[in-house]
């Protein structure tokens, strides 16, 4: 087994597999907290799909809207947890959070179902808008976010 480079990120950073005790969480612990925050999230997108149906052909706005502000949510989230202070999170945080509760509410096979829908109701050119609007906010709120993150905790620290 190779090694990170020295000063390169762990893909996960919470788990260093050469300490033994990291090696052993269980697994069901991890699991049991994404479901309880998919289930979290989930029922928030649905809420909000159920408050703001998108007719036949219409542009999907509340899909859009989850979609942008879940990513934003995501690059929040992981600044706080990876560059957020001195006490190290809980080690559940962010399968909860970010997998769980962010995973659950961010829908981007919705979004590619929906992307077919206005395809098939003969909407090309609002499917291919939505395609990359879509795309375009997504990155754009994660960065935005993650960036202003960033400097807020800067400034208190």
Do not use: K
Not at 24 to 46: D, I, Q
Not at 80 to 102: D, K, M, N, T, W
Not at 125 to 147: D, F, I
Request: with cysteine; proline share 7%.
């Amino acid at each position: 087994m190779t090694r990170p480079a020295p000063g390169a990120e762990a893909i996960d950073p919470d788990v260093d597999l050469h300490v033994p005790e990291q090696r052993t969480e269980p697994l069901g612990r991890v699991l049991t907290a994404v479901a309880a925050g998919g289930m979290l999230g989930a029922a928030a997108r649905y809420g909000l799909a159920l408050l703001w149906p998108a007719g036949p052909g219409a542009f999907p706005w509340a899909t859009f809207w989850t979609n942008t502000s879940g990513c934003a949510l995501i690059g929040v989230l992981m600044v706080l947890i990876s560059e957020g202070g001195r006490v190290a999170p809980h080690p559940l945080v962010r399968p909860f959070a970010g997998v769980g509760v962010l995973g659950g509410f961010t829908t981007f096979s919705t979004y590619a179902v929906e992307f077919s829908r206005l395809l098939d109701a003969g909407e090309a050119e609002r499917a291919l808008a939505y395609a990359g609007l879509t795309v375009v906010a997504a990155l754009g709120a994660v960065w935005a976010a993650a960036s202003v993150t960033r400097l807020a905790v800067r400034g208190r620290g």
